[in-house]
């Protein structure tokens, strides 16, 4: 296979949800397919652009995507279609937090209530939905935190309201001993499931598709290994990625184990396009998505089955 150079852009600055990128890092596992595979956390230009931005101008190869912003992509009628890849988690781990001493006991009693706004797409509509569909008015005073700032500001008590991730700021709140009442977002009407997608534009997937199976096959490989061995797992991501945020092994040993249950183990990556039909026509019926947006349901992404499933198939049976 000819030497190909891969850009990755993460969601966030590196986390344990990325951990199996980087335990294939560590292991040479790139190197071993002729990958040259760069990664690169949003805050290396100050969060300039946003993963989605990347990926739409061509900057990166991927991008680790939350589902709504894929859909925004495809639902703009660019020049390019984007593809959904591979899910990093298998289940749902968001979730709308507050702090258990406010005595929110639903999600209507967030009403009036600060919240930390991140700038994701559809993000206002979404929690609207959620509060409304609790029977509240779905009124709520929005902070401007960025997606870098929205935890730092909940823990300097700036916003009372923050969207999080349960194995991951769940556990520096469990550590720093903030009990939080939380709502996952899944279990509120919108069947909200693959967290964070591996996205690629049309064009490079056609130009790269080699490179990018053999990147998806090692990758795979990584989170296996994570899952078998949580604390070299979370050392590798210590080590590989370097970042400035990454300075407490206990705590990412952690919320590693609280990962573990999410990665699917031999059944990494692969995503039921039903889900996705789902979630849209959740976001439709509960008026995230509006009516000119209908037409997402005629951009599905391309089924998994058709991209990774083989090559997984293929491990396994090894």
Request: with cysteine; aromatic share 10%.
């Amino acid at each position: 296979m000819e030497s190909y150079c891969l850009k990755i852009a993460l969601d966030s600055t590196p986390a344990v949800f990325h951990t199996g990128m980087y335990v294939a890092l560590g292991k040479g596992w790139f190197n071993d397919e002729e990958l040259a595979v760069r990664f690169i956390s949003p805050d290396e230009d100050n969060y300039y652009m946003t993963p989605a931005q990347k990926l739409w101008h061509g900057k990166v190869d991927l991008a680790i995507l939350r589902p709504e912003e894929l859909t925004c992509l495809n639902i703009s009628e660019p020049a390019h279609r984007f593809i959904a890849l591979a899910t990093l988690l298998q289940d749902n781990t968001q979730a709308i937090g507050i702090r258990k001493e406010m005595g929110v006991a639903r999600l209507a009693h967030l009403d009036g209530k600060r919240y930390a706004y991140m700038g994701l797409p559809y993000e206002h509509r979404f929690l609207r939905c959620l509060i409304k569909q609790d029977r509240g008015k779905g009124k709520y005073e929005a902070i401007e935190t960025g997606t870098a700032g929205a935890w730092r500001a909940f823990l300097r008590r700036q916003v009372d309201v923050v969207r999080y991730h349960t194995i991951w700021e769940g556990v520096d709140a469990a550590c720093r001993h903030i009990p939080l009442t939380s709502f996952m977002i899944n279990e509120q009407h919108v069947p909200y499931r693959y967290t964070h997608v591996l996205c690629v534009r049309d064009d490079v997937w056609q130009q790269k598709q080699e490179a990018i199976r053999a990147f998806l096959r090692v990758v795979a490989e990584g989170y296996y290994f994570a899952t078998e061995h949580p604390d070299s797992a979370a050392n590798l991501l210590m080590e590989g990625a370097r970042h400035p945020s990454l300075n407490n092994i206990r705590f990412l040993y952690q919320s590693q184990l609280r990962a573990l249950p999410h990665y699917g183990g031999k059944d990494w990556g692969k995503m039921d396009i039903q889900h996705w039909r789902a979630l849209w026509e959740g976001m439709l019926e509960h008026k995230v998505l509006l009516g000119p947006d209908k037409k997402v349901l005629d951009h599905l992404p391309f089924a998994i089955e058709e991209v990774i499933q083989p090559v997984l198939q293929k491990e396994t049976a090894i």
